[in-house]
């Protein structure tokens, strides 16, 4: 069965950088678009970005480029979202989400990395 | 503000149906059909419920279906029970920057 596992909670410092992994098993890596997605507390989805796993190509939403960066390990099957500069509003449960590409659909979410900044 | 429109709030009783609505433009939920929807239980992880606008994935039950006429798509549950207490997000693809947008989501009480 398709299975998303993200690395654990996370506290950072302001201005520091974390690194969330997201390891996935029981499909063929390479063949579906990996997102990330955001959710402050108490507040709704907030996407961030997509990677493709095959070629390792990426697209980010222009609130975090520049901030943003996101990565594949082929032989690993595991995708990585690493967010640098940190602050407070980043707070928040990042996500990743696989995309079935013919239906254009987020179809299978990771259990979620919750991430604290805090001095 | 997110990109899609969703009420904050609705509620039933049980055995009620309901409808939530998703309201876009045309460059997402009017000019695709690849609107989704989700279900998230407090603390839990997003589940897909409905995708391509009206498709139930294998295991979702049939008391939930999808819709669209033009900009707004909506998720209409049927015979509500009090495990659907959870907030629902609508989700589409946009042909503009960001590619993903979704909807500040809908929490739904059953009384």
């Known amino acids: 069965q398709v299975q998303l596992v993200q690395s654990g909670a996370e506290v950072k410092k302001p201005g520091a950088s974390v690194k969330v992994s997201c390891k996935a098993s029981?499909?063929?890596?390479?063949?579906?678009?990996m997102h990330w997605v955001r959710q402050a507390p108490g507040q709704g989805l907030e996407w961030m970005g997509i990677?493709?796993?095959?070629?390792?190509?990426?697209s980010y939403a222009q609130k975090f480029q520049g901030r943003v960066t996101m990565t594949r390990d082929t032989s690993t099957s595991t995708v990585y979202m690493e967010l640098s500069s940190l602050r407070s509003e980043d707070t928040a449960v990042y996500y990743c989400?696989?995309?079935?590409?013919?239906?254009?659909?987020?179809?299978?979410w990771g259990q979620g990395t919750l991430v604290t900044v805090s001095s | 503000q997110s990109a899609l429109t969703q009420p904050a709030s609705v509620s039933g009783s049980p055995g009620q149906s309901i409808t939530i609505s998703c309201t876009g433009t045309s460059s997402d939920v009017g000019g695709y059909n690849y609107v989704s929807w989700y279900q998230q239980h407090p603390g839990k992880a997003p589940k897909l419920m409905i995708y391509e606008v009206s498709n139930r994935p294998s295991g979702v039950s049939n008391r939930f279906s999808g819709s669209k006429s033009g900009n707004t798509a909506s998720l209409t549950i049927s015979g509500l029970q009090a495990e659907d207490e959870a907030d629902y997000y609508c989700s589409s693809y946009t042909s503009s920057s960001p590619p993903r947008v979704f909807g500040g989501g809908t929490k739904l009480t059953v009384l």
């Open positions: 990677i493709n796993p095959s070629g390792g190509s990426t």
């Open positions: 029981g499909y063929t890596f390479t063949s579906y678009y």
């Open positions: 989400a696989r995309e079935e590409m013919t239906t254009v659909t987020i179809d299978y």
